[in-house]
């Protein structure tokens, strides 16, 4: 809770700003990819708007009318696999594309097979190259986490990205890149970190711990 809470708050802040964005009156299709906590304070938002996606099927929740979809999103790779899903207004997929050995460009193209036309993806991810990982690298450690660990259903990071990386993918995919910003909004209790990340606040955006892009289906 204490590690993620300002994260998701950038997040609701984000998603209001999306839904906000949308024609006036329509009911928001929202797909929240990778089931966690997250989900409970979507639809706490936005009630009966939130359907999710997600590889085990332990984490979902269904809630109404609203629908808990299964999919590896690796399989995006295969076009005949793909799910038909929504269209919906704005997809969440914060945390997940770096548990992902599927190339990005591939992987947002098969989400944005499942937006409106001007529907829009709000994507969190950490930063390949920020600082506390340039320093444990000059300090001679590996900066990520071994493949060993993790299970099926919750894998390692297999590749974490570059804000460039991000952009550069979802313009391949066909998509347009609307925003996109670094921050530190990883917090946890201990005063280091909170040390920390106000120096990161002082240092340019690329050396922030977490990774923030919106992109949009064009019209």
């Given at each position: 809770?204490?590690?993620?809470?300002?994260?998701?708050?950038?997040?609701?802040?984000?998603?209001?700003?999306?839904?906000?964005?949308?024609?006036?009156?329509?009911?928001?299709?929202i797909l929240d990819i990778g089931v966690s906590l997250q989900t409970r304070l979507l639809r706490h938002n936005y009630p009966g708007?939130?359907?999710?996606?997600?590889?085990?099927?332990?984490?979902?929740?269904?809630?109404?009318?609203?629908?808990?979809?299964?999919?590896?999103?690796?399989?995006?790779?295969?076009?005949?696999?793909?799910?038909?899903?929504?269209?919906?207004?704005?997809?969440?997929?914060?945390?997940?594309?770096?548990?992902?050995?599927?190339?990005?460009?591939?992987?947002?193209?098969?989400?944005?097979?499942?937006?409106?036309?001007?529907?829009?993806?709000?994507?969190?991810?950490?930063?390949?190259?920020?600082?506390?990982?340039?320093?444990?690298?000059?300090?001679?450690?590996?900066?990520?986490?071994?493949?060993?660990e993790g299970t099926r259903t919750s894998p390692p990071h297999f590749r974490e990205y570059t804000s460039a990386e991000l952009i550069?993918?979802?313009?391949?995919?066909?998509?347009?890149?609307?925003?996109?910003?670094?921050?530190?909004?990883?917090?946890?209790?201990?005063?280091?970190?909170?040390?920390?990340?106000?120096?990161?606040?002082?240092?340019?955006?690329g050396l922030r711990a977490g990774l923030s892009v919106t992109y949009r289906r064009p019209d």
């Amino acid at each position: 809770m204490a590690f993620h809470v300002v994260r998701w708050a950038h997040l609701l802040s984000h998603v209001d700003v999306l839904v906000n964005r949308l024609p006036a009156g329509r009911h928001p299709r929202i797909l929240d990819i990778g089931v966690s906590l997250q989900t409970r304070l979507l639809r706490h938002n936005y009630p009966g708007c939130v359907d999710t996606l997600d590889i085990d099927e332990s984490r979902t929740e269904p809630s109404g009318d609203e629908q808990d979809h299964l999919f590896d999103l690796n399989d995006l790779y295969y076009e005949d696999r793909r799910p038909r899903l929504g269209p919906y207004d704005v997809i969440v997929m914060c945390e997940v594309i770096e548990h992902l050995y599927t190339p990005p460009a591939t992987v947002l193209a098969g989400v944005a097979s499942w937006m409106t036309t001007g529907g829009y993806l709000f994507l969190q991810t950490p930063n390949a190259v920020a600082l506390h990982k340039r320093l444990t690298a000059l300090a001679g450690r590996h900066p990520y986490m071994e493949l060993s660990e993790g299970t099926r259903t919750s894998p390692p990071h297999f590749r974490e990205y570059t804000s460039a990386e991000l952009i550069a993918a979802g313009r391949a995919a066909g998509l347009q890149v609307v925003a996109h910003d670094a921050r530190n909004y990883f917090s946890g209790s201990r005063r280091g970190t909170y040390l920390y990340n106000r120096l990161c606040e002082a240092l340019p955006p690329g050396l922030r711990a977490g990774l923030s892009v919106t992109y949009r289906r064009p019209d």
